[in-house]
C-alpha cells in the first residue's frame, strides 16, 4: 500500500454503509464514508433488528442505546379470516444476550449509528458522488464529484459499495445481478391504529384474496403493508384504500388516522453472482434484495459489514494470506444472502396462495406446528441470525482436533458460540462481552473440570503462541473451581461455561473478530493454534490452512 493511502472507500451511508464506518473504526482500519445526499432520507423503511445483528452491535458498544429507544417485540401472530392461527414469542429458544426483537424505524437506526460515528471521530461527507471506479492488482480508484461539480480522484485500497438496490458501484463495474421482479404490487401506509391490538407483536394476516401485515413502529404508529389487488391501476395509495384493504383482510374492528407516509413498491429477488470484483466488495443490497417478509434485509447487510470489516481489519493489522482472506467474504456471506432470499420468498408466497384448497392446507400446517415449541424455536433462531455457519470455509478450520467424544459438545469452527456466565472476582460477568469487545481474535483458554497444574503448563505453552502474534489475539483464561493458579482468570466454579462450551479436559477457542469460531482444540495443542495462525498473520502458506 503506498504511503498515505487510506485503507477503504465506502459508499453509501444507510444502516449498513454507518455500520462497516463504526467496524471499520473499531478494527482500526482508515477510511473514508461518502453519500450522494445532502441530507438522511428519514423515512422509517426497515423496522426489526435481530439477536444476530444486536450482538455485533454490543460489539461496537451501541446495542443498549437501540434497546433504549425501540419498541421491544413481543413476537409474531398469524391469522386467517379472524382466527389465530399462531402465536411465536421473540424471545423462543434464541440463547442470546440480547434474546430479543427490536423495533424502531430505520430513520432512528441511522441517526444511532451516524452519532456514534461522530463520537468515535470517524468523518460523514454528503452531497459526494462516485462517477467512476476502477480496481488494480494494489489498490482502487474512485472519482468522486461534489454537489457543486468539482471532482476529485483518489486510491484506496479497498472500496466497499453499500449504495442500495440501485448501486451506482455495481452499475460501474458491470457486476451480474441475478434473479427476477415479483409480479404482485404493493401499498405501504404509517398510520395510528384504534380498536382492540395485541401490542408489540408482528402481526400477519392470510385471506382469500392476499395478504396484509401490520407491525408497530413507534408507540402509537403502525406500519400496514398489503399485497394490492390486480387492476388496482398504479396509482399513490389513500387512507381509503389501506382501510378497506384492512377491513377486507384485517381482525375488524381496526381503524387507521393519522398517516404519516404512503408508498407503493414492488419486491425484487435478486443475488449478486460475485461480492467481490478484484478490491471492490458489494454489501448489503447493493449484494442482495429480497422480500421484506421476516425483517431480514438490513440485519443481514449489517453483518455483511460486520464480516467484512473484521477481514480488513486483520490485514490492516498486518495478516499476511490477503486474497484467501478477501475472496472469503463471498464465500462466507452469498451463501448467507441465498438462505434468506430463499425463506424470505417462501414466506411471501405462502400469503399469495389464492387457490382454496392450498389456503386450507397451509392454514392447517401452520395451526399445527405453530403449537410445537420445537417449530417456534426454529423459526425464531432462523429468524434471529444466531444459525449462520461459515463451516466449511477458508477462514474456518477443520474439526479434527477436537476430542471425539465431545465432538457433538460446545460450537463447532464456523458456528458463533452462545454466552456463558462467569466469575471475574465475585462479580458476575459475560463471557460473550470478552470475544465480543475483541477486533481480531480471542483465544479462550478452559482449564477443564479437573484441572491440576501440568494442565496449567499445557495452556501457558497455548497462550505463548498466542502472544507471539502480538495484539491480533487477546487471551481469556477460564478457571473451573474457586481457586485458580496465579495469573488473571475468570472463574467457572460450577462448570456451566465448560458444559456449554464442550470442554472436558484443557482446551481452547479461537474466536474471530466477528464472533464465530474459527478453531477449537481438546485437549489444548499449541501446534494446533499456531499452525493456523502462521498462515492467517504470519506470513506461512495460505494453502495450508486446515480444511
Not at 117 to 128: N, P
Not at 424 to 448: D, N
Amino acid at each position: 500500500m503506498h504511503e498515505g493511502m487510506r485503507d477503504a472507500l465506502i459508499i453509501g451511508a444507510g444502516p449498513v454503509g454507518l455500520t462497516m464506518a463504526l467496524a471499520c473504526r473499531r478494527n482500526g482500519v482508515s477510511f473514508r464514508l461518502i453519500d450522494r445526499l445532502s441530507t438522511p432520507s428519514g423515512l422509517s423503511k426497515a423496522l426489526a433488528v435481530w439477536s444476530a445483528a444486536l450482538e455485533m452491535l454490543d460489539g461496537l458498544g451501541i446495542a443498549d442505546e437501540f434497546e433504549a429507544r425501540a419498541i421491544r417485540g413481543q413476537g409474531m401472530r398469524l391469522s386467517t379470516g379472524g382466527r389465530l392461527l399462531a402465536q411465536i414469542p421473540a424471545a423462543t429458544g434464541i440463547d442470546s444476550p440480547r434474546a430479543e426483537m427490536l423495533l424502531l424505524p430505520q430513520a432512528t437506526t441511522e441517526e444511532i449509528l451516524a452519532a456514534r460515528l461522530g463520537e468515535s471521530g470517524g468523518g460523514l461527507e454528503r452531497g459526494m458522488e462516485l462517477t467512476a471506479i476502477s480496481s488494480q492488482p494494489d489498490r482502487v480508484t474512485a472519482e468522486i464529484r461534489t454537489a457543486d461539480g468539482a471532482r476529485s480522484r483518489e486510491d484506496f485500497r479497498w472500496a466497499v459499495a453499500c449504495d442500495g438496490a440501485h448501486s451506482t458501484v455495481r452499475h460501474l463495474i458491470g457486476a451480474e445481478f441475478e434473479g427476477e421482479a415479483v409480479d404482485q404490487a404493493f401499498v405501504l401506509c404509517d398510520a395510528r391504529i384504534s380498536g382492540e391490538i395485541a401490542a408489540g407483536y408482528a402481526h400477519m394476516f392470510w385471506a382469500r384474496d392476499g395478504m396484509l401485515a401490520a407491525f408497530p413502529v413507534v408507540p402509537g404508529l403502525w406500519r400496514i403493508i398489503a399485497a394490492r389487488e390486480d387492476g388496482a391501476g398504479d396509482k399513490e395509495p389513500d387512507l381509503a384504500e389501506m382501510q378497506e384493504v384492512l377491513d377486507r383482510r384485517g381482525p375488524g374492528g381496526w381503524t387507521l388516522s393519522q398517516p404519516t407516509w404512503f408508498s407503493k413498491f414492488r419486491i425484487s429477488e435478486r443475488k449478486a453472482t460475485q461480492f467481490r470484483h478484484g478490491r471492490i466488495f458489494l454489501v448489503g443490497d447493493a449484494a442482495h434484495v429480497h422480500s421484506p417478509t421476516g425483517g431480514q434485509g438490513m440485519n443481514t447487510g449489517m453483518q455483511d459489514a460486520a464480516n467484512l470489516a473484521w477481514k480488513f481489519g486483520i490485514l490492516a493489522a498486518g495478516a499476511a494470506a490477503e486474497d484467501k482472506i478477501l475472496q472469503s467474504y463471498h464465500e462466507e456471506r452469498s451463501p448467507v444472502a441465498g438462505h434468506v432470499l430463499a425463506e424470505s420468498g417462501r414466506l411471501l408466497r405462502a400469503g399469495f396462495l389464492r387457490n382454496p384448497a392450498l389456503q386450507f392446507l397451509r392454514n392447517t400446517a401452520v395451526r399445527v406446528a405453530g403449537r410445537s415449541k420445537k417449530f417456534q424455536a426454529r423459526m425464531m433462531l432462523s429468524l434471529s441470525g444466531l444459525d449462520i455457519s461459515y463451516a466449511p470455509g477458508p477462514l474456518v478450520g477443520g474439526d479434527r482436533d477436537w476430542h471425539e467424544d465431545w465432538q457433538p459438545h460446545g460450537f463447532r469452527p464456523g458456528t458463533r458460540p452462545r454466552d456463558a456466565r462467569v466469575l471475574r472476582g465475585s462479580e458476575p460477568v459475560s463471557l460473550f462481552r470478552e470475544w465480543c469487545t475483541a477486533p481480531y481474535f480471542t483465544l479462550l483458554l478452559f482449564s477443564g473440570r479437573k484441572p491440576i497444574y501440568r494442565d496449567v503448563d499445557r495452556l501457558a505453552a497455548v497462550a505463548l503462541v498466542a502472544s507471539g502474534f502480538g495484539r491480533m489475539v487477546k487471551s481469556v483464561r477460564v478457571w473451573h473451581g474457586t481457586n485458580p493458579p496465579a495469573g488473571d482468570w475468570l472463574l467457572d466454579p460450577d462448570a456451566s461455561a465448560h458444559r456449554k462450551f464442550g470442554v472436558d479436559s484443557p482446551s481452547f477457542y479461537l474466536i474471530r473478530g466477528d464472533g464465530y469460531v474459527a478453531i477449537r482444540s481438546q485437549p489444548a495443542e499449541a501446534v494446533v493454534l499456531h499452525r493456523w495462525l502462521e498462515c492467517v498473520i504470519g506470513g506461512g502458506q495460505a494453502d495450508a490452512l486446515p480444511a
